[in-house]
């Protein structure tokens, strides 16, 4: 489905995306997490044929997506505040979903927008935050393409919405399943979605992996220094604070029988790390500790 490599893009003189690689052959849903500026928007317009690449290959089911016709059907991607045009309604915006997309499901498109309670005459510039991002979302689902790109698509929803977003999503990637990609910063956001996910950091996706297996990863100790000190001798160390003789740390290690073990020995309180602040650290600027 998506074939990229060794690809790196520039937008001038300005190096946005060096030596990418990423292969997708399933219908899978897959998570783009990266920090501001990682370069995530930039891929997803390379996906869908916005840009083209200065170096290395992107190939979009079999083919280079730049400027081509085909690719504008079979790839959709709903950009961050999509810009939807000022005069225009629900009904105006789903008119031009439909012309774009050869799976265009209308049905679908009707239930959602009665789902989310959108109001057809508004003009979406009036819409709230949320309900914008809401349209957004309709217009991705319904267009049923092969392949769905969706940049930050819990943007501004509430706790319900987001909700009713994995339902809706999930249902209609089991009734036709399709590579769907979901971009965040809030990877907790999108994490229940997916079954992989890239991680882009530095301009490049340094990993791509199953999301179980991220969530495996990472572990907090909590204990006087010495203990510490022993434990971690040998462990990479991605935070460290100190409090007088009690130390915390995160470690880049997976969170299993083992390390519970330990740590119990040692008499040191251990936790699983939050996804979220583990893979902060993992792409932090600072070096990780070697100990
Ligand atoms: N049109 C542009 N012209 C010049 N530089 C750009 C342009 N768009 C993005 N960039 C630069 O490319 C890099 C990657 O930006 P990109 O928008 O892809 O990151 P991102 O991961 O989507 O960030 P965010 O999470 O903040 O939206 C950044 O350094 C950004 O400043």
């Not at 001038?12 to 995306?17: E, I, K, P, Q, R």
């Not at 709903?78 to 915006?93: G, K, M, R, T």
Request: hydrophobic share 35%; net charge negative.
């Amino acid at each position: 489905m998506i074939d990229i490599h060794d690809m790196t893009f520039s937008y001038g003189d300005s190096l946005a995306l060096k030596q990418v690689n990423l292969h997708e052959t399933e219908p899978i849903i897959m998570g783009l997490w990266g920090r501001n500026g990682a370069g995530k928007t930039t891929l997803m317009k390379l996906l869908s044929g916005q840009e083209n690449p200065n170096g290395g290959q992107i190939r979009v089911n079999g083919i280079s997506p730049y400027n081509n016709n085909n690719t504008m059907k079979e790839v959709t991607y709903i950009q961050e505040n999509h810009p939807f045009s000022e005069l225009w309604n629900v009904n105006d915006a789903l008119r031009f979903g439909s012309y774009f997309s050869a799976n265009w499901d209308q049905a679908l498109a009707d239930e959602l927008v009665s789902l989310f309670e959108l109001p057809r005459k508004k003009k979406i510039k009036h819409f709230s935050k949320g309900m914008q991002t809401m349209i957004s979302i309709v217009i991705g689902l319904a267009s049923k393409s092969p392949i769905t790109i969706m940049d930050e698509p819990t943007n501004g929803l509430d706790a319900h919405m987001r909700k009713l977003f994995y339902d809706v999503l999930l249902d209609t990637y089991e009734e036709q399943p399709r590579l769907i990609i979901l971009s965040s910063h809030h990877i907790d956001e999108i994490e229940p979605l997916c079954e992989m996910i890239a991680i882009v950091d530095n301009q490049t996706i340094t990993r791509y992996e199953e999301t179980e297996s991220f969530k495996m990863q990472g572990i907090i100790l909590n204990g006087p220094k010495n203990a510490i000190d022993e434990l971690t001798t040998g462990s990479t160390i991605l935070e460290e604070r100190k409090l007088g003789n009690q130390v915390h740390v995160m470690l880049d290690v997976p969170y299993n029988e083992d390390w519970i073990a330990r740590a119990k020995l040692a008499k040191v309180n251990i936790e699983k790390a939050p996804l979220q602040d583990y893979l902060v650290n993992i792409t932090s600027k600072k070096e990780p500790v070697k100990k």
